[in-house]
């Protein structure tokens, strides 16, 4: 058996059940034991756990222990809640749920590395900012994840303009035609993940994903960690962002846009753990570090995967 083979047997598919703000919820998971790293994957808006699989497969990745999630009103997770489990807040505080139930290692707290990809880099953040935490916050990397109101261009802007009801009725169908009718491998692979979604979940998160990233909380809370790391497609213009983050590792992906995994799968997660695997410093508030560098770049040459 080959050795992505043999790590991908070991993923199992969960559901896992939490009570929170009054409401049951469902949350489906794909994990893999494989000792005290644990590297947790957040999703997109109307993306799927689905969007990082090849992770589980990534010979780089394969002392990790790995879990995926679908965030609810995503993928297999609960549908039909109120909206307000449908927002950054929420899906962070459920998240937390989710890692303290995940069977960890019998000698050892799991040492707890957090990827976030778009609206999930978010939510990411507001998870490294949580207290008691189960296991050691160790790392956050947000992989082209929102953090300030120029990062909401994409749809997530338009989508929290329209009424829930017209969304519903109109946009949301219209949102799948556009990204089916693109022509392009990643759009494509976003309209499939998105048909598992229910448009009240979009709806909602791109109001909050708005919200958040106009206040320019998340680009502050994100500043004030000092082991992370900013992951991004080479071919997106991130001028206007890469200045503004202090003491964080930049990393581009070549011949990539907003969706790397999609784009260049084998430079991504060899980009990934190249992140992982770095001394980037300690976990904690960076306010008073002044022996810490600016920026930090891990521009690491990768060769480009055929799609």
């Known amino acids: 058996m080959r050795t992505s083979e043999r790590v991908s047997a070991r993923a199992t598919e969960l559901v896992l059940s939490c009570r929170y703000r009054g409401q049951d919820v469902r949350v489906a998971v794909k994990f893999r034991s494989a000792g005290a790293d644990l590297l947790v994957l957040l999703h997109g808006i109307g993306c799927s756990k689905e969007s990082f699989d090849a992770a589980f497969i990534a010979p780089e990745l394969e002392s990790y222990s790995i879990c995926s999630l679908d965030l609810p009103g995503h993928g297999?997770?609960?549908?039909?809640?109120?909206?307000?489990?449908?927002?950054?807040?929420?899906?962070?505080?459920?998240?937390k749920r989710v890692i303290s139930q995940l069977p960890g290692p019998i000698d050892e707290p799991?040492?707890?590395?957090?990827?976030?990809?778009?609206?999930?880099?978010?939510?990411?953040?507001?998870?490294?900012?949580m207290r008691e935490i189960p296991g050691k916050m160790t790392r956050l990397v947000s992989v082209d994840g929102n953090l300030v109101a120029e990062d909401c261009g994409l749809v997530s802007r338009s989508i929290a303009a329209q009424s829930p009801e017209r969304f519903a009725n109109e946009g949301f169908a219209r949102l799948l035609r556009?990204?089916?009718?693109?022509?392009?491998?990643?759009?494509?692979?976003?309209?499939?993940?998105?048909?598992?979604?229910?448009?009240?979940?979009?709806?909602?998160?791109?109001?909050?994903?708005?919200?958040?990233?106009?206040?320019?909380?998340?680009?502050?809370?994100?500043?004030?960690?000092?082991?992370?790391a900013f992951v991004y497609g080479a071919l997106d213009d991130k001028k206007y962002l890469?200045?503004?983050l202090e003491r964080a590792a930049q990393v581009p992906i070549a011949a990539a846009g907003h969706f790397m995994m999609v784009d260049n799968q084998k430079a991504f997660y060899e980009s990934l753990s190249d992140v992982l695997r770095t001394d980037l410093g300690f976990y904690g508030s960076s306010a008073s570090d002044d022996k810490t560098p600016s920026s930090v770049s891990l521009r690491k040459a990768a060769p480009i995967n055929s799609k």
């Open 76 to 95: 297999k997770s609960s549908k039909g809640l109120s909206r307000e489990l449908y927002t950054l807040s929420a899906y962070a505080g459920i998240t």
């Open 110 to 129: 799991y040492r707890i590395y957090l990827a976030g990809h778009s609206m999930g880099g978010a939510v990411g953040v507001l998870v490294a900012g």
């Open 178 to 228: 556009e990204l089916h009718s693109s022509g392009r491998d990643d759009f494509e692979a976003w309209a499939q993940w998105c048909e598992q979604a229910v448009p009240d979940a979009v709806h909602s998160a791109a109001r909050s994903l708005v919200a958040w990233s106009d206040r320019g909380v998340l680009l502050r809370q994100f500043n004030q960690l000092v082991s992370k």
């Open 242 to 244: 890469l200045k503004r």
